[in-house]
């Protein structure tokens, strides 16, 4: 991680925690959502895309402790961290109705990829919450790759619109003095890029 301040570092474990609760609060309240991603866009938003990629490695690791099937999707959560870098340096996550947008590419990245690893590495079983809906479609007879992808893009839009509306809060609630010390801070701050190219002043040659 050279190149990166303390501060980032710091936001890593921050982020793996953040996921961890809100995958357990998810589970243990029996939502119909995962919360789990809230900590790997958080830190992509904020620090850029290989920090927030390397939470979402991280928890999927961890999670796959106690659920090994859990490790598949480790590349989701991965480019949900890149894609949250990428939205942090245009200035997705400055506006509410920006951050809602942003639904859309994470819900496909989680529900239509999600369905494709469920198809291609476990023939369509799916696992954990949606397992319970792909079964139900399948039972009223649709077929099990069209019940997965039915089921769990359907699923992700609803686990990303409170998952992008935490991470806008809690961006809005990072106090300035922290703000800066963030790589995507000035972003937020509004403050110029210093890495973007100054125009080059031209003199007017005299005939």
């Known amino acids: 991680m050279r190149g990166y301040g303390r501060l980032t570092i710091f936001m890593i474990p921050i982020g793996i925690a953040i996921n961890f609760v809100g995958g357990q609060i998810a589970l243990l309240l029996k939502l119909p959502v995962y919360l789990d991603s809230i900590g790997t866009i958080l830190v992509g938003a904020t620090c850029g895309g290989l920090p927030g990629a390397l939470v979402g490695l991280i928890s999927n690791g961890i999670n796959s402790i106690t659920s090994p099937p859990t490790f598949a999707f480790a590349i989701l959560n991965v480019a949900f961290g890149l894609l949250a870098g ?11 109705w920006k951050t809602l947008l ?8 989680g529900g239509f990829c999600g369905a494709l690893i469920t198809i291609w590495v476990f023939d369509g079983l799916a696992v954990g919450g949606g397992a ?14 069209t019940a997965n992808f039915a089921a769990q893009l359907p699923m992700d839009v609803l686990d990303k619109v409170p998952t992008v509306l935490i991470v806008y809060a809690i961006i809005k609630g990072i106090p300035k003095r ?3 010390k963030l790589p995507l ?4 701050l509004g403050q110029p890029n210093p890495r973007a190219k100054k ?8 005939p």
């Open 86 to 96: 990428y939205f942090g340096r245009i200035g997705v996550f400055r506006t509410w």
């Open 102 to 109: 942003s639904v859309l590419p994470f819900a496909f990245i």
């Open 132 to 145: 319970i809906v792909v079964g139900a479609l399948t039972a009223m007879g649709m077929d099990l790759n």
């Open 178 to 180: 922290l703000l800066v």
């Open 185 to 188: 801070g000035r972003v937020y």
């Open 199 to 206: 125009p080059v002043a031209t003199t007017a040659t005299q």
